[in-house]
């Protein structure tokens, strides 16, 4: 079973304008991560946010994070054609045995 | 050299056949695992091991085992491959302050 569900599970978007994409998942977590992957390829890691945490920057990137609602999102501002990739959230679970835990993953594509 | 080295990187085999995939790591970690990724359905983990002397099971390990020979490697094995094993395999390996992925290992099954 897959903890993240991700949503919209695809999003278009024009060059230059803001991408945000959720994900929500269902036990108590430690931290959760978020990962881009090119063309079925290799996994990037992006950012990770922890559980006390609420918001993070990263360069473009702006995570979100609600533990009482059990949700995060994703914000790519300034979208640009290369950020065009499939996003996976990924929870790893509290406890000191958790598994990095995947969503199924959105595609983004951005659009010249 | 990357951190986390899975080979071989494309590999075609035959239903039936005992495959290998391996992994090895620079990373230091002990912590290890083995996932697949189908079309649409993210990754899902196989195995994963905490130290070398620990190894346990995922979500989806039947058909598939594993070896973990010394703390940098990690092998996991189909032996005796069948089409729906068809799919994209990570190695990754872990610490307290994150994950590393490996490239993967595209396996297709005939």
């Known amino acids: 079973s897959q903890q993240g569900e991700e949503d919209p599970q695809a999003l278009s978007i024009q060059e230059g304008e803001n991408a945000t994409m959720n994900c929500s998942y269902k036990t108590s977590i430690n931290n959760l991560q978020w990962y881009r992957q090119n063309s079925g390829r290799g996994l990037v890691h992006l950012i990770l946010i922890r559980s006390n945490e609420r918001e993070k920057h990263s360069g473009r990137l702006r995570v979100t994070l609600d533990t009482s609602k059990k949700s995060s999102s994703l914000l790519i501002t300034a979208s640009r054609a290369a950020d065009t990739a499939s996003y996976f959230c990924?929870?790893?679970?509290?406890?000191?045995?958790?598994?990095?835990?995947f969503g199924k993953g959105i595609t983004l594509s951005v659009r010249p | 050299d990357a951190d986390v080295t899975q080979t071989p990187r494309n590999r075609i085999t035959k239903t039936g056949k005992r495959i290998m995939l391996e992994c090895s790591q620079t990373?230091?970690?002990?912590?290890m695992y083995w996932y697949r990724q189908d079309p649409g359905l993210g990754l899902q983990l196989i195995y994963y091991s905490f130290d070398v002397k620990d190894i346990n099971k995922g979500e989806i390990s039947d058909g598939y085992s594993v070896s973990r020979q010394a703390q940098a490697k990690f092998s996991l094995s189909l032996e005796s491959a069948i089409p729906n094993q068809t799919a994209l395999y990570f190695c990754?390996?872990?610490?307290?302050?994150?994950?590393?992925f490996g490239s993967g290992t595209r396996l297709t099954v005939v």
């Open positions: 990924a929870t790893d679970g509290a406890g000191a045995n958790s598994k990095l835990t």
């Open positions: 990373k230091g970690h002990d912590r």
């Open positions: 990754a390996t872990s610490d307290r302050y994150g994950y590393t």
